[in-house]
């Protein structure tokens, strides 16, 4: 069965740079499919960060005014999420999560997700 | 940018009871492209619906969606103690254009 596992730093300093890396098994990163960041702040809803497709091909939300990069690194079956000059606003729960993107003939959804991990901005 | 506007904020109801959930775009869209999740804390998100009211696997036919347009209705049968979580609806747009809905908790009364 498929898993996502996010990882990376629980702490990040103001004006930092946040990095997490999502490790996928039981499926192949490079069998059809998008992957995606989503991330939830504290007592607030859900918000869609980027997704990356396995040959580099990306799509980021704009309200992250390019402070967002996504790569993916196939041969460890990996992406990764890198979020610029981060403020306590970016205190959330990362979630990563496998996208049936459109372009590929699917409908936009998120059909499998990691549980997630807090990463709080704090000096 | 398409704005989803989910009601009730929270829903109280009963073991047993049938659960109403709705959700509204700020303009029409597409059904193709909107989906249903359940989240409970500490979990990874849990696809229910894809293209407005098709079960993804695994999920019991309790759970049914419906609606087209801007009007969205996401419907548990037969609620048992496990249903009782956040509800989210997303939807996919142009540019990519992706949103997600404020929530609905579902809380046993």
């Not at chain 1, 946040?18 to 490790?23: E, H, P, Q, V």
């Not at chain 2, 904020?9 to 700020?26: I, W």
């Not at chain 2, 804390?41 to 079960?55: C, E």
């Not at chain 2, 609620?79 to 949103?99: K, M």
Request: hydrophobic fraction near 30%; charge should be positive; aromatic fraction near 12%.
């Amino acid at each position: 069965q498929m898993q996502l596992q996010e990882s990376g730093p629980g702490l990040v300093k103001p004006s930092g740079t946040l990095s997490l890396t999502c490790s996928v098994s039981g499926y192949s990163m490079t069998s059809g499919y998008y992957w995606g960041w989503i991330r939830q702040p504290p007592g607030r809803g859900l918000e869609w960060i980027g997704s990356i497709y396995h040959r580099g091909t990306t799509y980021y939300n704009p309200s992250f005014n390019r402070r967002v990069t996504i790569s993916v690194d196939t041969s460890k079956n990996q992406f990764s999420l890198r979020l610029n000059s981060v403020s306590a606003a970016d205190t959330a729960v990362y979630h990563c999560a496998r996208h049936s993107y459109p372009s590929l003939g699917g409908s936009g959804d998120f059909d499998w997700w990691g549980q997630g991990t807090l990463v709080t901005v704090s000096s | 940018e398409i704005v989803l506007t989910q009601s009730p904020g929270t829903l109280s109801l009963s073991p047993g009871d049938r659960a109403s959930l709705s959700c509204r775009a700020s303009q029409g869209v597409d059904s193709y492209y909107l989906s249903w999740y359940q989240h409970k804390p500490g979990q990874a998100p849990r696809l229910l619906i894809w293209s407005a009211s098709r079960r993804a696997a695994g999920i019991p036919d309790r759970f049914s969606g419906s609606g087209s347009g801007t009007e969205f209705t996401l419907t548990i049968r037969r609620l048992e103690p496990d249903d009782f979580a956040v509800y989210y609806c997303q939807h996919y747009g142009t540019s990519p254009s992706i949103t997600f809905g404020q929530g609905t908790r579902l809380e046993i009364k």
